[in-house]
């Protein structure tokens, strides 16, 4: 668990915050946990993708 985990799971940051968060705090954690961290935002995107919401700002 990071703050990436804590914050994500409490839906304080978006995906875009999330992915951005990683990039920055990457350097600094386990391999095995950014992949963690990846898969985890990634099927957030995905539900997201497929509700359409009407957020619609990605990077
Ligand atoms: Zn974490």
Same mark, same amino acid.
């Given at each position: 668990?990071?703050? =990436?985990?804590?914050?994500?799971? %409490?839906? +304080?940051?978006?995906?875009? /915050? !999330? &992915? &951005? !968060?990683? &990039? #920055?705090?990457? #350097?600094?954690?386990? /391999? /095995?946990?950014?992949? #963690?961290?990846?898969?985890? =935002?990634? +099927?957030? #995107? %995905?539900? @997201?993708?497929? +509700? %359409?919401?009407?957020?619609?700002? @990605?990077?």
């Amino acid at each position: 668990m990071c703050m =990436i985990c804590v914050d994500f799971q %409490k839906q +304080k940051m978006t995906t875009n /915050d !999330a &992915r &951005r !968060a990683l &990039r #920055e705090m990457r #350097e600094g954690m386990d /391999d /095995d946990h950014v992949k #963690e961290v990846t898969e985890m =935002i990634q +099927k957030v #995107e %995905k539900e @997201q993708q497929s +509700k %359409k919401s009407s957020d619609d700002d @990605q990077d």
